[in-house]
């Protein structure tokens, strides 16, 4: 997508970014339910179809979502994939997704940037680990003069992982590139791998350590988060008061 701007013109434009880790659709809403809907881990329901139908819903006026843990088409999610579905109901027709974990049959792990505008390239990178099965997705937004990389991520819960994977992530952003980080950093915004990504590549976080996001019923974590570029312009980010996951939604406006 290109843009003429007549010269003297100042271009603006601003785009809605939301990272939303949806646990596969089982819609957790309390400690206990991690044992009493331990079924949903296996199997596909109707409950889990209504609560990918609100969260298609509740992402559709975002420009770019960023989305963790979703089903690729696994038993559990009825061999059909969770994101095409999402996407169907919320209208963004422009999908990078990556699958990280194959559990048999079960499930297939994976994370997506669904956006309205287009995407003109697109990395699937695995990240290291102590155990297999993380990684991010790199996807370049054409909405302006200047392209914008999204990086959606989902991190390990150790901290020595997730440091390697941060090292990982900023040896595969292009230098000095505008870029978005989005994702469930299962860390605080004041951690290690959070410091290191604003040092190493002059983002800055825009979650702030009241920004909490888990467990979705009662937040006492800030584990989701979303950094920029210092060059960007944005609002204040916001926990969205949403609960279709054990993880609650995070949003921010980028001016261009």
């Known amino acids: 997508m290109e843009h003429y701007v007549p010269k003297g013109i100042e271009y603006i434009m601003q785009i809605k970014i939301l990272t939303y880790n949806i646990q596969a659709g089982i819609g957790t809403t309390s400690f206990g339910q991690y044992l009493s809907k331990i079924h949903h881990q296996l199997f596909d329901s109707v ?9 298609a819903k ?27 579905r999402i996407a169907a109901k919320s209208g963004h027709s422009h999908i990078s997704m990556q699958e ?44 302006s003069p200047h392209p914008l990389y999204i990086v959606n991520v989902h991190l390990s819960l150790g901290q020595a992982d997730q440091m390697k ?10 230098e ?16 290690k791998p959070v410091l290191f990504l604003e040092q190493a590549l002059n983002v800055k976080c825009r979650t702030q350590p009241g920004d ?7 937040p006492r974590r800030d584990f989701d988060h979303i950094l920029s570029s210092v060059s960007l ?24």
């Open 47 to 55: 409950a889990k179809t209504h609560t990918l139908n609100r969260i």
């Open 58 to 84: 509740f992402i559709s006026e975002y420009d770019v979502v960023c989305l963790q843990e979703v089903d690729l088409g696994g038993r559990r999610s009825g061999y059909s994939n969770q994101v095409d």
């Open 100 to 143: 990280n974990r194959v559990v048999g049959k079960i499930s297939r792990h994976g994370n997506a940037v669904l956006s309205h505008m287009a995407q003109d390239e697109f990395s699937d990178i695995k990240l290291p680990g102590s155990k297999p099965g993380r990684g991010v997705v790199i996807s370049r937004i054409t909405a």
């Open 165 to 174: 994977q941060v090292q990982h992530i900023a040896q595969c952003v292009p």
């Open 176 to 191: 000095g590139a505008r870029v978005i980080i989005c994702g469930d950093f299962n860390c605080t915004s004041t951690s």
């Open 212 to 218: 909490k996001s888990y467990p979705s019923w009662k």
């Open 233 to 256: 312009a944005s609002e204040a980010a916001i926990v969205q008061p949403v609960l279709y996951s054990d993880h609650r939604p995070v949003s921010l406006t980028v001016t261009l």
